[in-house]
């Protein structure tokens, strides 16, 4: 699987978009994007996933570059419960046998 | 339609006891994975399992672990003579085989 590169942290604030980059430069043409967020020891939660196109969903919108090389999850209007570790991980879909890195701490800040 | 289902909530055993975790997908999924987390750590697979099979187990520790999804009822994470470096959450996710996987709430164990 390929690996992803995501800053450790960053801030938000409250009613703005936090825009979450994720770096993907060795992604396979078979691989998906996917990005899932996991907020304070719960279980993990599915946001959204891509192949080569944009995406949204009532969640979030997925920016993908068009070498397939980097990526960006755009929540966009941040609330306070949007505070959590947001992970990209890229999958092949041969099994969800996902490969968790360690993922952007986002703090949501009034 | 229920999510996943994730029992108990929270555990505590013994060194040495035996600690059982139980999983029941969501409807209509035949498709079960088991991650675990460490403290201040990221989820690390352990096992992916469908109905009666152990698909892959690469992520098992070799002893003491095991994992089964029988024709009937949940899947079952077993971790036999625990010891305190098993203290963990234990989550549990499953799949229509396709996209997205969707996690139960985990298993807290503690080992004392």
């Known amino acids: 699987d390929a690996k992803t590169t995501q800053p450790p942290s960053m801030d938000c604030a409250e009613g703005r978009a936090a825009n979450l980059p994720c770096n993907h430069s060795?992604?396979?043409?078979?691989?998906?994007v996917y990005w899932y967020r996991q907020i304070h020891s719960q279980g993990p939660q599915y946001i959204i996933h891509?192949?080569?196109n944009n995406e949204t969903n009532e969640m979030a919108s997925l920016i993908i570059t068009e070498d397939r090389k980097s990526s960006t999850l755009i929540l966009p209007h941040a609330t306070l419960r949007d505070t959590a570790v947001y992970y990209c991980i890229v999958d092949n879909n041969a099994g969800n046998m996902l490969t968790f890195g360690g993922g952007t701490r986002l703090m949501v800040k009034p | 339609n229920a999510g996943v289902m994730q029992n108990p909530r929270h555990l505590v055993r013994r060194r040495g006891q035996e600690a059982r975790l139980r999983c029941s997908p969501m409807?209509?999924?035949?498709?079960v994975y088991w991650y675990r987390q460490l403290p201040e750590e990221g989820l690390k697979f352990m096992v992916y399992l469908q109905k009666e099979n152990i698909i892959d187990e690469s992520g098992m520790p070799k002893e003491r672990f095991s994992a089964e999804f029988p024709k009937e009822g949940p899947s079952i994470l077993r971790i036999q003579q625990v010891v305190r470096g098993d203290s963990a959450a234990y989550f549990c996710a499953s799949s229509p085989r396709g996209f997205e996987a969707f996690f139960g709430q985990g298993t807290r164990l503690t080992v004392v």
């Open positions: 891509g192949l080569k």
């Open positions: 409807k209509g999924h035949s498709h």
């Open positions: 060795t992604i396979s043409g078979n691989e998906y």
